[in-house]
């Protein structure tokens, strides 16, 4: 699959948002974050900016965004459209969340209500994102048990990686929520390490053969229908050699999940303000590296229809 | 199923409407019933010369759909993927919109946009100067038009023997092949059978003129399970749904065809009764080795062929219904030893040089696989004979009750014909075709009218002595039936500029275009002064050795003018070939056009029956262009032609519409063969009818006329179908046809060689003529094979059509030209591994005439000592209304840049034209090649590379994006 | 509405001959002009003229090589939507845009609601949705829906474009839920297969296999030709012959 930036970017992004937003939501409305107009507000800044940066960078995807208040109709069928109703119901608490907590500086009660909705919200939107890919049968990459939990895993990672920054930075560190990032963290590779594998022995029933019809032996392309790549190959055909994405898989790991390890091991041990700006570079390789982990999702990640084309 | 009656060719019960056409309930919005044009159209298709019937559907004044005529003969409403792209060609960006003059140097592309007044002026002062003084300085050369027939008669009446289209390149040796064997040919003058025949054998065909025809009767092939057997190089298209494909090693049909042919005589397997009813295998040849009748048939008084009469033991006419003819011995008659000609064919084919295991290396098909196919053939023609219960009567009148037929068919065009061995190899298909019983039967290869005609048919070539200011005294072209037909001087020089019809290319039935450019550039045997071309791109792809024709182009004398001092050329688009000319004509396309389609040309006949066709505007052109053929009757008006002025010199057409209806060739007999008399009453002869096109139109644009069913089979020698041939005026007389097995017009040559009569060839032709010449079929190496070094050049490179693509014209085409942009390099799996070659490699193509880059793709399906790719996909910088980077000419090549145009020269230094020694047909598949992967800052662009033309005045630059269609939407909704 | 109907009246389809089709690209052009000017219009091109063209076509033929112990066989191979029983095309659709009738079983989109997401690309395995990025929504196979039932058309011509223009009737159309149909009969007799089965999307559209690997392959059981034995060979039979 095409590794588009608006997509990659998209779900990096909202996946920490709604990491983050959940965190707040819950551990703020129940008062295990102390409600600080600062904290809370740049809080609430970062999370909900990325959900919304990352949704305005999903419509840069769309062919008529115009039209994308469409997109909430369909929820009966279609997980993008509970993607759409979901990350926007969540906009509902979150607000009442953000008067309460930021503005009130209030915790406990509704605020408490309307937080865990708010992590609610967040979660079953992590979760539908999650369903939209895991639910296309034609890239069995994608279509397996592993990628809605890495969804909900990477968006806890992530999140709760920005919580840690986020703490540290206003000095208020909790080695409960670093101790969350490092074991999110620590889940977060070997989800990606076993999701990796998994699909590394895939044997995918789905191949040449079953795609034309053509039982049994060989079946080769041998002309394409147009010279030139057409929406589908530019869309679906992307391929990525195995020593390239064998490079970028390091990468990720790298940045994604050993920088974070060791560093947030380290915060346990540094004094602030080392702490606050370990964390903070936690945050930023790690989401440097989930988005090379999320081009790598999509780079890797093999349409049926490049079978059509002799793309393997 | 549908109350719709089902008409037209898809029209199985599972191709046919729903019961129940109106639209269902769904209440989604959608307009199922938009109206779909303000009006239809119907035409011919010229999106290849196949010539199919079109609906064009006009709306808001654009065309909106093309769809294929249900009712026309030729395509039963189907259409091909050319033929659907059709919009495109007509609102091509390429399209040239005025006429041009020349004004930078010859090839660059620099011109001037000039009045149509100031055109016709400068043409009709240069070529009236030639026709005053020496009317062969004019060649006018014409390539796939359909109005030979017109041009023919305007070079005739111009007084220039040298005119040709471009068979010569094409497929004369089907034609000539044919003509001089059976009457008719493959080509386009005959069809298998679709619906008897039960074996079906392809030879050497990927698309041929008959585009949909075949595809129509290859769907009811598979339709019925009969068995198809393709003998191909390669395994694409037709070939790829064969149920047997015989990847044959190129140019050695001849060889496998004879080994067929060897099996079935050996097994007795042969129509004894057939051949001695319709060939001339009781024919007596005389054998006296050394004198001067050596080899030809032993005569009457009369001139009538004489056979052995085995139960009176004495000769007989070999025309006489009621002879008991020989077919064996030796017998003597008036003191020659003869022996009939089936003797001949016994003593040579039963050899063990024809046996299978003799030829089957060679050929690259086991002894087995050729005995298997000779057992089937045999098993098929004569254990599953068929039988129609249709009356008829033959020629001498002996009435039958029943038609029987050997249902086995075979086609073959330019994968026998483009080879120097290509003559001989349709003859020997022919022979065995015939052997089987198998030529215009039910269930085999049928002719169309107006074929069979006499083998060789009758006129024959004109302009021996041509005169200033004199018409010739016939046409250009025509069949010579010996020596003293032949167009040379005393010396033995030919007199046509494309050395047809010389010693060099004795049946060259349809001229040499493709040598014309050298001979001209070289002034052999006489320089020019002024080149005409039409519709031929022959500075590209309708060449061999472009980029040295494109220098002779070029080149120029001491004096510094060009050596080809002027040329004229019509196009209707900016192909390669417009900015080598001096002066340029605009043609319009072919929606905006009249045509004919005419029966005195390459007609769109089937078996069942007669027809010819017209095109006229469907629409107008909005450029200044002109129909080129009303531009050439205007041109013989201005050179005061005879047949073009009256009497006080006044134009006798106004245009090609006009010449269409009045014009007549010979009393009762036009152009056109439909609704000929006063009323339109009659067909075929009769006086002219004002109203013919308007009747034509009507119809639907064509004119079609069924045979009875007595008619349709055995027409060489069926009563009722040679009484209405003569009655119509497609033969003169109503006497059988002969297949002439053995050729007697051939085997004169050959005496001219060994020194009999008084046309002689000259010595350095000599050996030539000896050993090609041969009355019956032969096969030999193609010229290629013995002249290169094999070890060097171990590949045979072929080309084919890509179905969807016509020639160098698809790719201006914005759809078809998607489809394929770029061609590669097909080349067997095994055999590339061979040479360390993988998928995509690019890779140099050599021949011994140079060399061109490319890139290949691995297949499975092709002869592995065979390389091909597609045909003239590679596209010159500037051409075809193209952006630079358009894969066609980056990508894209042409391996015409390696096809010699020469043979190596021969014993005495002598090089001919790469061509069949017989017809002169171009041998394109002989080229043999090398391929070597190229060095990595080689590859991703393809060479040679040539500069960029010019773009003509006036032309803007192609669009980025084509909307087509969208307009119909928003008129249509906003009428909602 | 993205959510598929229970079950559609008629199930309409294209039944597809690999044996017979040539890879001629008829009825890939056939259908792009069709189209081009129908229901979908316009189906763009985009640098038609330059180095990356790159059109919306709604039928594209792809050549494959299919070899099995049996040998090998060259196979052309049209593609085009299935109109799928199952299709996800639909159901990932978070507009509405796309959907499935109800009556007859046709997939289509309603372009005045696509926004261009182009999810149903993705969910469609078989690679029969066309994106239209100049007008920047998605488009693909009608059926036909503006020929079929088109009361401007003369009724025997209410057939798909692709299957009117198809030069070898390769190309079959009709209602592949009526068992009884001309077109389920074909299925029946020549094996039709669906694609892809295991994905689950039950394509309506079904391809017959080519018959050069299977049993129904034309072939003809002729005995080996025996040279004449008796005496004189061949030219002593043809004198028997002839003197009989
Ligand atoms: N390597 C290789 N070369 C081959 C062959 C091969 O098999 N292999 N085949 C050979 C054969 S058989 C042939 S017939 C030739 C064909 O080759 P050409 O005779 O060159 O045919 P086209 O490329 O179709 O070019 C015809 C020209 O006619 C122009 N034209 C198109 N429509 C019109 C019109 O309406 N009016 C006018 N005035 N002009 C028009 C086109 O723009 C083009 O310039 O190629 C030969 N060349
Ligand atoms: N779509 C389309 N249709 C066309 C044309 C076009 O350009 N495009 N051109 C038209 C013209 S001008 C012509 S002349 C006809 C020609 O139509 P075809 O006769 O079909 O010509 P080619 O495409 O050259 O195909 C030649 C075939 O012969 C095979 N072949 C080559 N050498 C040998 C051999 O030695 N033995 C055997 N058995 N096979 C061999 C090649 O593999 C190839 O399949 O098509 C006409 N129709
Ligand atoms: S076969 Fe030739 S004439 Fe017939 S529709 Fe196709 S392009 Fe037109
Ligand atoms: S083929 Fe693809 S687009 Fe068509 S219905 Fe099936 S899934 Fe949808
Ligand atoms: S691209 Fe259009 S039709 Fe496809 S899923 Fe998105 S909104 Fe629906
Ligand atoms: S049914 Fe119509 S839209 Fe679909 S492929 Fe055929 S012609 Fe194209
Ligand atoms: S039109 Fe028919 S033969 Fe030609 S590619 Fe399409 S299905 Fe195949
Ligand atoms: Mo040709």
Known sequence: MHPAFSVVFFTTATGAGYGLLALLGALGGLGFIPADFWLGFVGMALALGLIVTGLLSSTGHLGRPERAWRAFSQWRSSWLSREGVASVATFIPAALFGIGWVLLGKSGGWVAVAGLLVAAGAVTTVCTTGMIYASLKPIAQWHSRYTLPAYLIFAAMTGSVLANALLQSFSLGSSAILALALLATLGGWVWKLATWRYNDRLEIPTNANTATGLAGGTVRSIEWPHTEENYLLKEMGFRIARKHSAKLRRITQALAFVVPIVLLILVFMAPWPLAAMASALVAVSQFAGMLVERWLFFAEAKHTVTLYYGRE | MSKAAPRGANSAPSQRPLSDTHAPNEGDGVETSPSVSDRIAKTTCYMCACRCGIDVHIKDGKVRYINGNKDHPVNRGVICGKGSAGIMQHYSPARLKKPLLRTGPRGSGEFREIEWDEALTIATERLSAIRRTDPKKLAFFTGRDQSQSLTGWWASKFGTPNFAAHGGFCSVNMAAGGLYTIGGSFWEFGEPDWDNTRYFMLFGVAEDHDSNPIKIGLGKLKARGAKVVSINPCRTGYNAIADDWIGIRPGSDGLFVLALVHELLKAGRVDLDYLLRYTNAPVLVVQEPGSADDGLFVRDSDGNSLAWDRVAKQPVSAAAPEAKPALTGSHEVGGRRCVPVFQLIADRYLDDSYSPDAVAQRCGVSADTIRRIAAELAHVAFEQAIELPIPWTDWAGRRHETIKGRPVSMHAMRGISAHSNGFHTCRAIHLLQVLLGTVDVPGGFRFKP?????????????????????????????????????????????????????????????????????????????????????????????SMNTAETIAMLTDKDEAGAYKIPFIIYS?????????????????????????????????????????????????????????????????????????????????????????????????????????????????????????????????????????????????????????????????????????????????????????????????????????????????????????????????????????????????????????????????????????????????????????????????????????????????????????????????????????????????????????????????????????????????????????????????????????????????????? | MTCLPAQTDKKLGLVIDLDTCVGCQACVTACKEWNTGGHMAPLTDIDPYGGHADGVWFNRVHAYEHTTERGGRTVNFPRSCLHCEQPACVTVCPTGASYKRASDGIVLVDESKCIGCKLCSWACPYGAREFDADVGVMKKCTLCVDRIYNDNLAEEDRVPACVAACPTSARHFGDLGDPTSAISQLVEERGGVALMPELGYKPTNRYLPPRAHSEGAAKVDAPALEPIKAEGGFLGWIDRMLSN
Not at chain 2, 454 to 463: I, L
Not at chain 2, 469 to 480: E, H, K, N, Q
Request: hydrophobic share 35%.
């Open chain 2, 450 to 542: 107006p074929y069979p005609r006499c083998a060789p048919p009758g006129p024959k070539p004109c302009g021996k002595n041509a005169q200033p200011m004199t018409p010739l005294d016939g046409m250009p072209l025509g069949f010579v039936c010996g020596p003293d037909d032949l167009l040379v001087d005393e010396a033995g020089r030919p007199v046509r500029i494309d050395k047809a019809y010389s010693w060099e290319a004795p049946l060259a039935a349809h001229g040499l275009m493709h040598t014309v450019i050298r001979n001209a550039w070289a002034g052999d045997p006489y320089p020019i002064d002024t080149l005409f071309m039409y519709m031929s791109n022959m500075a590209w792809n309708s």
């Open chain 2, 571 to 976: 196009d209707a688009y900016y192909s390669e070939t417009v900015p080598f000319a001096d002066l340029v004509l605009p043609d319009t396309t072919y929606l905006e056009r009249h045509d004919c389609i005419s029966l005195l040309d390459r007609p769109i006949s089937h078996a069942d029956g007669a027809a010819d066709a017209i095109r006229h505007p469907v629409v107008q052109p909005d450029r200044d262009v002109r129909p080129f053929q009303s531009v050439l009757i205007e041109l013989g008006a201005r050179l005061g032609l005879p047949g073009f002025v009256e009497e006080d010199g006044s134009a006798t057409y106004r245009d090609y519409a006009d010449h269409i209806v009045n014009h007549q060739r010979t009393p009762g007999i036009g152009p056109l063969a439909g609704w000929r008399g006063k009323d339109g009453g009659s067909i075929g002869k009769g006086d002219v009818n004002p109203d013919q096109l308007q009747r034509y139109i009507d119809n639907g644009g064509f004119w079609h006329h069924e045979f009875a069913d007595g008619q349709r089979y055995y027409k060489m020698g069926n009563r009722a179908y040679l009484d209405f041939a003569v009655e119509i005026g497609f033969i003169a007389k109503a006497e059988p046809i002969v297949f002439q097995l053995y050729s007697e017009p051939i085997q004169r040559f050959r005496l001219a060689a060994r020194g009999h009569g008084k046309m002689q060839p000259p010595d350095a032709d000599r050996g030539r003529i000896e050993a090609y010449m041969d009355p019956l079929p032969f096969w030999y190496a193609p010229f290629e094979d013995d002249t290169v070094d094999l070890e060097k050049y171990p590949l045979h490179a072929l080309t084919q059509r890509p179905m969807h693509m016509y020639h160098s014209w698809g790719s201006q085409n914005a759809w078809l030209r998607q489809i394929t942009s770029q061609n590669r390099l097909f080349v067997h799996r095994q055999t590339a591994s061979k040479l360390g070659l993988a998928d995509d490699d690019w890779v140099w193509i050599e021949s011994v005439n140079g060399r061109v880059k490319g890139q290949i793709k691995l297949i499975d399906g092709v002869n592995p000592d065979t390389v091909w790719t597609w045909n003239a996909i590679g596209k010159r910088h500037g051409s075809w209304g193209l952006k630079d980077n358009a894969a066609e000419s980056n990508r894209g090549f042409l391996l015409n840049h390696i096809i010699g145009d020469q043979t190596s020269a021969d014993a005495n230094g002598k090089r001919y034209s790469n061509s069949d020694p017989v017809t002169g047909q171009a041998a394109w598949f002989d080229v043999r090649v090398r391929i070597t992967k190229c060095s990595a800052d080689e590859a991703g662009f393809t060479e040679p590379q040539f500069e960029r033309f010019a773009r003509p005045p006036h032309f803007e630059s192609s669009p980025d994006i084509l909307r087509f269609g969208a307009e119909f939407r928003v008129n249509r909704e906003a009428a909602e």
